[in-house]
């Protein structure tokens, strides 16, 4: 079955400017978590959403946000972007119901200049 | 609050020689564990997971170990190989009480195994 893909895979961008990021889950999956990778920090936990319904928050700003549709894709937003927000934004799907393993896409990296 | 924690960012070890991963818990309400491996430019991939009422799962050249009462888990490669070196990240679970599941990461380890 297809994995959880992500778009686009690089993103250049300026600060102050806004960005959308995208991630469609594995087939049957109603759980969509976003990650913040950068180094030495691990995988900072953004929020999950789960049938359209955001279910859990990280400790980010409001300038992050997120939704998820009715297929189950979920977007990312990020606005008024800062230097500092460059990174690998990675999500993960998983069925969301259950202690099962989640599934990574590939990521956007992200440079804000 | 890092809820877990990878404390060794770095483990070098010899081909053919086990590797041993370690991460703490603090949230004594984690019920599910799962390893990570990732490489550059890719997003992680499961390796394996371990529910807490068991102490131990093993697949193939991987072992999960479980202390609760430690709040500790390692990861043991069994030989290991030049294709494991990756950062390898632990994570952890819980059904909370809105029955939800939320998985927490580790800063994750950086293994090289030398050839």
């Known amino acids: 079955k297809a994995g959880v893909t992500q778009t686009p895979r690089y993103l250049i961008k300026t600060r102050g400017q806004q960005v959308t990021l995208s991630c469609s889950p594995i087939?049957?999956?109603?759980?969509v978590s976003w990650y913040q990778q950068t180094p030495g920090q691990g995988l900072q936990f953004l929020f999950e959403?789960?049938?359209?319904?955001?279910?859990n928050k990280g400790n980010f700003p409001g300038r992050f946000s997120g939704r998820q549709f009715s297929n189950s894709r979920s977007e990312m937003n990020v606005s008024t972007l800062e230097l500092g927000d460059s990174a690998l934004y990675l999500c993960?799907?998983?069925?969301?119901?259950?202690?099962?393993?989640?599934?990574f896409g590939q990521g956007t990296r992200l440079t804000v200049v | 609050d890092q809820q877990v924690k990878q404390n060794s960012p770095s483990l070098s070890v010899q081909e053919g020689r086990i590797s041993i991963l370690n991460c703490d818990y603090t949230?004594?309400?984690?019920?599910?564990f799962l390893w990570y491996k990732k490489y550059p430019a890719e997003g992680p991939t499961f390796l394996i997971s371990?529910?807490?009422?068991?102490d131990k799962n093993e697949d193939g050249r991987f072992t999960v170990f479980l202390n609760k009462s430690a709040k500790h888990l390692s990861l043991h490669i069994v030989p290991s190989q030049p294709g494991d070196s990756a950062v390898y990240f632990c994570?952890?679970?819980?059904?909370?009480?809105?029955?939800?599941?939320?998985?927490?990461f580790g800063t994750g380890t950086r293994l090289k195994v030398l050839a």
């Open positions: 994570a952890a679970s819980t059904n909370n009480d809105s029955g939800t599941y939320k998985y927490i």
């Open positions: 949230n004594s309400m984690f019920d599910y």
């Open positions: 993960a799907s998983s069925f969301g119901n259950m202690n099962t393993e989640a599934f």
């Open positions: 087939s049957g999956h109603r759980s």
């Open positions: 371990i529910s807490s009422i068991k």
């Open positions: 959403y789960f049938s359209e319904t955001q279910r």
